[in-house]
């Protein structure tokens, strides 16, 4: 959206817009500094020897918002047969990135394809251009989300042939569909394997309809998301197959066929050296199998959701003809941009106590880090350490769904989806960690350490004194327990002073995505919490809702609510996977004395406190803070006072896992 754009629709819908805010990655500034290697959402790793010096290098392709891209990490230590793990250079961007990138290694070249599509080129342009291979994009039956193409010669015939993996949604569906017991009714994930053998000549390739490829009498299947891999994993000379999933772990299809003839037993989970199951931290996996320290084996480099990259090295063992591999190693890289996971949500805070701004953060994977100011306060571009995973009673934090516990599904078992704030929940003077999750569960981690050593002890849940009954969510299984509060999924609790009495109170969506007013209160020596009040209100002079939702619609920018004159703030009326997701921060952001909310959004609408009366508080959007769009699925916001001019100032927590800052206005 240009700037004339948003002038205009300023004067159109009487809302204040700051067009020439930009938002900037924070950085490390922090050399000699190694942190993960990383791109943001989901990592499809393409190792090869990209720069043309003779070792392995990563190129890693990353389809998400706002870090698409393929990019290159360089190895600058050298052979990979000498050093195992080296650390890569900060990433270069090469070009685009999509969904469903796959490197395939003939001659021992890499031949990069997507859905349908070679890129012959892709040494020098990425797959900015692409020839096409003949069939159609989509070679199975019904509606793919996983469509990952490799080329191999599958049957030793000189000619290379087509694999596509394939992953089907049809019979899982998507969300909300548990019984009261918390079993899952629809189906699975589907994934599936279809060769398309190539009838012509490698120059002018001909490919036959696709076939799905069979283990003993049944198709090869994964649980979704099978990224296919054709090698000889336990030296006998012929191609067997491994694949990922859509979760964490890895299945073995051996060839007891021959090179020429395939056929295939029916899969096995690999396992660890350690007599586990291999698995992935997290999960959405892409193996791609080649032999990063010249061993002799296949070792695998693997993506994660997160965007890390690891290392599963084979360690040249067997459990019944199955290769055993090491757990993964997660690749390291000079720092660069600071990150942490992917969809991170920040919270500007003081964790250390030595009077700068510092961050602690959630992710996806449900891990919640402390990321250490180093400059001391009044430094605007700070340097910043790596980012520390919080423990509480000794075992790192990192609440997940398993199971049952994501309305969305089996499938996102690993995820944790942590948003949170801090504040002294207890009144004891010490700063303590309030968390919601995937699971809608809010607790607290009480800080038993001191101002400046925080240690947390174990979870709590946050409880309220219900008026009655604790409403429950319309939709899923989960029942609140006792007095513990159970709200909509993936969004912010913010512990914060709301009617300056000087006890901290909640302000979180309700189980119907109202934004609720919880109320502190004193019972004798006990703190309380009072049922949650309706009370957080559009202005009564706010413009009628529609003209502003439809400009922004026009121009491709997303507005948070349609704010209906003197009505409570209901942020969002979804239900089930549509729920929740509202990322909030509350502060005074104006500098006018009242507490405001920014609100997640392209980077965050303000939400700007107008009046207070007959116990209500009123708000009036008054847009985005800037006219960058960082949004994938959606961005967090928090305040931070780096430069220590006592002046809030924004961090957006993105999709992609960095942080993105911009100086306040107001800030002279």
């Known amino acids: 959206m240009n700037r ?51 070792d392995l290098d990563l ?28 650390v890569f250079k900060p990433a270069k961007r090469i070009s685009k990135g999509a969904q469903n990138v796959q490197v395939s290694y ?9 859905p349908g599509n070679a890129h012959p080129d892709f040494l020098k342009t990425g797959i900015e251009q692409q020839v096409k291979l003949g069939p159609p994009a989509n070679v199975h039956m019904n509606k793919v989300r996983a469509n990952m193409w490799r080329m191999v010669d599958f049957e ?33 994930l589907r994934g599936y394997v279809y060769l398309l053998s190539n009838t012509g000549t490698n120059e002018a390739p001909k490919y036959d309809k696709p076939k799905k490829i069979n283990a003993t009498d049944r198709p090869v299947e994964t649980f979704g998301w099978p990224s296919p891999n054709f090698g000889d994993f336990d030296g006998d000379g012929d191609l067997d197959l491994l694949c990922g999933e859509f979760l964490d772990g890895f299945t073995y299809f051996q060839n007891t066929g ?10 096995v989970r690999l396992k660890a050296d350690t007599g586990r199951y291999l698995t992935m931290d997290l999960e959405m996996i892409t193996p791609t199998a080649i032999d990063w320290d010249k061993d002799g084996d296949l070792d695998l480099i693997c993506g994660d959701e997160d965007g890390r990259v690891a290392l599963i090295e084979h360690t040249g063992k067997f459990d019944n003809k199955a ?7 997660y690749f390291q890289q000079e720092a660069d941009q600071v990150k942490f996971g992917a969809l991170v949500t920040p919270v500007g805070f003081d964790w250390d106590g030595d009077g700068d701004t510092d961050l602690i ?127 909509q999924w993936r969004t912010t609790p913010v512990g914060v002073d709301w009617n300056k009495d000087g006890l901290t109170d909640l ?59 003197g009505e409570s703030l209901r942020l969002n009326s979804g239900i089930a996977g549509k729920s929740g997701r509202r990322k909030i921060c509350i502060m005074d952001w104006d500098q006018d004395g009242k507490l405001d909310i920014l609100l997640n959004s392209a980077n965050a609408n303000f939400l700007r406190q107008e009046s207070t009366s007959d116990g209500k508080w009123f708000f009036t959007d008054m847009g985005l803070l800037s006219d960058a769009n960082i949004e994938g699925h959606d961005v967090s916001p928090t305040t931070v006072d780096f430069n220590a001019d006592g002046v809030p100032d924004f961090v957006g927590g993105a999709e992609d896992g960095h942080l993105y800052y911009m100086r306040n206005p107001k800030a002279k």
């Open 507 to 565: 302000v979180m969506l309700d189980q119907e995505g109202y934004l609720a007013f919880f109320e502190r209160a004193k019972q004798g020596d006990k703190l309380v919490l009072k049922h949650p009040q309706r009370v957080i209100c559009s202005s009564k002079d706010a413009k009628k809702p529609g003209l502003l939702d439809k400009a922004l619609e026009h121009l491709k920018v997303k507005t948070p609510v349609a704010m209906t004159p």
């Open 323 to 329: 290769p055993i591999y090491a757990d993964p190693r």
């Open 106 to 114: 003939l001659d021992g070249k890499p031949v990069v394809l997507t």
């Open 258 to 267: 021959s090179r020429t003839k395939p056929k295939y037993a029916l899969g």
């Open 4 to 54: 004339f754009a948003i002038s205009l629709l300023a004067l159109l819908c009487g809302q204040s817009f700051a067009a020439e805010a930009t938002l900037t990655p924070l950085k490390y500034n922090h050399p000699g500094l190694v942190v993960d290697l990383g791109v943001g959402l989901w990592a499809w790793p393409l190792p090869m020897d990209f720069d043309g010096d003779g």
């Open 156 to 188: 030793s015939d000189g000619k290379n042939d087509l694999v596509v993996g394939v992953g089907d949604w049809t019979e899982y569906g998507w969300d909300n569909a548990y019984t009261a017991d918390g079993r899952w009714m629809n189906g699975p």
């Open 59 to 86: 190129v890693v392709n990353c389809p998400d918002k706002p870090y698409n891209g393929i990019y290159f990490f360089e190895n600058a230590s050298g052979d990979t047969a000498k050093n195992k793990m080296p």
């Open 361 to 487: 953060c959630g992710n996806t994977a449900g891990y919640v880090a402390f990321i250490e100011n180093l400059s001391g306060k009044g430094v605007e571009q700070p340097k910043w350490a790596a980012p520390v995973k919080l423990t509480a009673a000794g075992k790192v934090i990192r609440p997940m769904a398993g199971p049952n516990g994501s309305i969305q599904g089996p499938c996102e078992a690993k995820w944790g989806y942590t948003t949170q704030t801090i504040a002294d929940w207890d009144q004891d003077g010490l700063p303590d960690l309030l968390l919601n999750s995937i699971l809608g569960k809010v607790v607290w981690f009480k800080n038993i350490g001191t101002r400046q050593k925080p240690q947390l002890a174990a979870a709590q849940p946050v409880e309220v004194e219900w008026n009655g009954s604790q409403p429950h969510l319309a939709y899923g299984w989960l029942r609140p327990e006792s007095k513990a509060l159970l709200t």
